[in-house]
T-cell receptor, first 111, second 111 residues
Framework: NAGVTQTPKFQVLKTGQSMTLQCAQDMNHEYMSWYRQDPGMGLRLIHYSVGAGITDQGEVPNGYNVSRSTTEDFPLRLLSAAPSQTSVYFC??????????FGPGTRLLVL | LAKTTQPISMDSYEGQEVNITCSHNNIATNDYITWYQQFPSQGPRFIIQGYKTKVTNEVASLFIPADRKSSTLSLPRVSLSDTAVYYCLVGDSGNTGKLIFGQGTTLQVKP
């Protein structure tokens, strides 16, 4: 199992650009989530999904879209990047009450 | 939504036992309590999970009183490599897949 994979590892964007952060898991987990972590801060939930075709908002959803067309993939789209979205983005997956597994993260810099 | 409260930071010395307590007054009947460890520039990593009483694994113990309104992570004989941020999480009361991180506890282990 590769676990949770994220691409890209690092990205620089200009204000107003859009992009998609990719997340995939090969553990057949129902639940997937996206978090962002700003420097020196804790993780904040952006969006989450409880299964294919089902998504919902977390604590800080503004400026981000998600979709879950398959169990394996959960991409995060930045619609129009802003400097305030400079952060490290972590994707995670789990099966019900079991352990949540995190990806290695994507470092995003918005200029 | 169950929220958690932890100390912001703790200091310890190598070889000591460290206990980090987390308060979760609104924990729901079917929620589990999970602790994660995070090193700089890495995603959180699972440490231990429990529902009630005591759970022990090769790296830590988790103590949960009967009312389940708090939990204590115990790290025996810490080393410098245990310096990290420790997060306590409880499941969303409706088991909707929404897991919210608290601010975490920064543990600094000194020689």
């Amino acid at each position: 199992n590769a676990g949770v994979t994220q691409t890209p590892k690092f990205q620089v964007l200009k204000t107003g650009q859009s992009m998609t952060l990719q997340c995939a898991q090969d553990m057949n987990h129902e639940y997937m989530s996206w978090y962002r972590q700003d420097p020196g801060m804790g993780l904040r939930l952006i969006h989450y999904s409880v299964g294919a075709g089902i998504t919902d908002q977390g604590e800080v959803p503004n400026g981000y879209n998600v979709s879950r067309s398959t169990t394996e993939d959960f991409p995060l789209r930045l619609l129009s990047a802003a400097p305030s979205q400079t952060s490290v983005y972590f994707c995670a997956s789990r099966r019900d009450q079991e352990t949540q597994y995190f990806g290695p993260g994507t470092r995003l810099l918005v200029l | 939504l169950a929220k958690t409260t932890q100390p912001i930071s703790m200091d310890s010395y190598e070889g000591q036992e460290v206990n980090i307590t987390c308060s979760h007054n609104n924990i729901a009947t079917n929620d589990y309590i999970t602790w994660y460890q995070q090193f700089p520039s890495q995603g959180p990593r699972f440490i231990i999970q429990g529902y009630k009483t005591k759970v022990t694994n090769e790296v830590a113990s988790l103590f949960i009183p009967a009312d389940r309104k708090s939990s204590t992570l115990s790290l025996p004989r810490v080393s410098l490599s245990d310096t990290a941020v420790y997060y306590c999480l409880v499941g969303d009361s409706g088991n909707t897949g929404k897991l919210i991180f608290g601010q975490g506890t920064t543990l600094q282990v000194k020689p």
